[in-house]
């Protein structure tokens, strides 16, 4: 281990990378062992990428990256795609989470046309190319309204290669139902939704605090989807608070 702080791996969303949680890194970081990575296939992520990067090979890394940092516990905090990660990451590992937060997020599988949907995105991210895509999903992301943030979103989408989110797409499209992996954890779950999110209803969330023994749902009243980027004050405060009351 590093220090007596807690390691916190903050999880980021689809299709962004690591640089989602600037708000997040260097607060956090004075209370908890931060890593964000930059998943398979985005950001400056140089891993092979096969076809379909599943939730569960995404979740294999992130025991690899633990495992690189000596850490054999951490809180995992999970941002949309980050949260279907992190619950596969609990169904095969439960006994190296010491709590888990699901942020934006849901347990349940995609629908028919959920899934049709992901193999058109695995096909327009060649296809169309990433910077329509980024101006088509900007809408639907953020709550607030400012040129920095939705600049800055807009950005970080268009410049993920097509391969890794072609790929990752199609990981979504097979994930699981993983509620049950919510009803059997032991260790405190923190659900944060966003009053605005336009992708993940509030029901989802309050389904998600419910099924977690231990699950509290934390509602934040002015944010999106990326409401760690509409709220950055709130998000860390809320993401101190779950720290302190978790045992490393
Ligand atoms: C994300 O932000 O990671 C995506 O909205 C997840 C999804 O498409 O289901």
């Known amino acids: ?5 807690p390691t916190l791996v903050l999880l980021h969303g689809f299709p962004l990378d690591s640089a989602l949680w600037d708000g997040q890194r260097a607060d956090l970081g004075r209370v908890a062992h931060v890593l964000a990575p930059d998943l398979r296939g985005f950001g400056g992520d140089a891993r092979d990428v096969p076809e379909v990067v599943s939730m569960e090979r995404h979740a294999a890394d992130v025991r690899d990256l633990l495992d690189a940092h000596g850490s054999r516990r951490a809180v995992l905090c999970g941002l949309s795609m980050g949260g279907y990660i992190a619950l596969a990451f609990a169904e095969q590992w439960p006994e190296r989470l010491s709590g888990l937060v699901l942020a934006f997020t849901r347990a349940t599988a995609d629908d028919t046309a959920g899934k049709e949907a992901r193999r058109a995105m695995a096909q327009d991210a060649s296809g169309k190319g990433m910077d329509v895509i980024a101006r088509a999903m900007l809408p639907k992301l953020l709550h ?39 009803r059997s954890l032991r260790v405190p779950v923190l659900v944060i939704a966003g009053k605005e999110d336009a992708l993940m209803p509030m029901d989802t969330a309050e389904a998600m605090a419910h099924a977690a023994p231990q699950g509290h749902l934390h509602v934040l009243s002015g944010a999106g989807h990326l409401g760690n980027v509409d709220s950055p004050a709130e998000f860390n405060a809320a993401l101190k608070d779950f720290l302190a009351a978790t045992k490393a």
Do not use: F, K, W, Y
């Open 144 to 182: 607030r309204n400012d040129a920095r943030s939705r600049d800055s979103m807009e950005a970080m989408i268009a410049r993920q290669r097509p391969q890794g989110v072609a790929a990752s797409a199609l990981g979504m499209a097979q994930r699981p139902d993983r509620t049950a992996v919510l």
């Open 1 to 5: 281990m590093h220090s007596a702080r």
